[in-house]
């Protein structure tokens, strides 16, 4: 099995940061992309921002300039540094990861179970 495992989350005022990281961890062969996406309430869940295993990064329009995406491929862990947050950022945070469990097998795509981040005053 795999697991996905966020932390970071929390409450923030406008203007703030906060750092989230997700490791993955279990029975995996290789990870090709990690990425974060967010939910917020009544929103359909959105792509925040996703990293490739040799670095190539992308964003969402809103997130650019604030947000940085890393990746530590020794350890299978994704970070997520969050700057000049806003009200509009509030949403749970779920990590995600395309892998392949053993050499040879389909890749699949596999998320964790969520951090809240809430930007408020």
């Known amino acids: 099995q795999v697991q996905l495992v966020e932390s970071g989350g929390g409450l923030v005022q406008p203007g703030g940061s906060l750092r989230l990281s997700c490791a993955a961890s279990?029975?995996?062969?290789?990870?090709?992309?990690m990425g974060w996406y967010r939910q917020a309430p009544g929103k359909q869940r959105e792509l925040v921002a996703r990293i490739t295993n040799s670095g190539s990064t992308n964003y969402t329009d809103s997130v650019k300039g604030r947000f940085t995406i890393s990746r530590d491929n020794a350890k299978n862990t994704v970070y997520l540094q969050m700057n000049s947050l806003k009200p509009d950022d509030t949403a749970v945070y779920y990590c995600n990861a395309r892998l392949r469990r053993v050499a040879g097998a389909y890749e699949y795509d596999d998320w964790g179970r969520g951090t809240q981040v809430t930007v408020s005053s």
């Open positions: 279990g029975s995996i062969f290789s990870i090709n992309y």
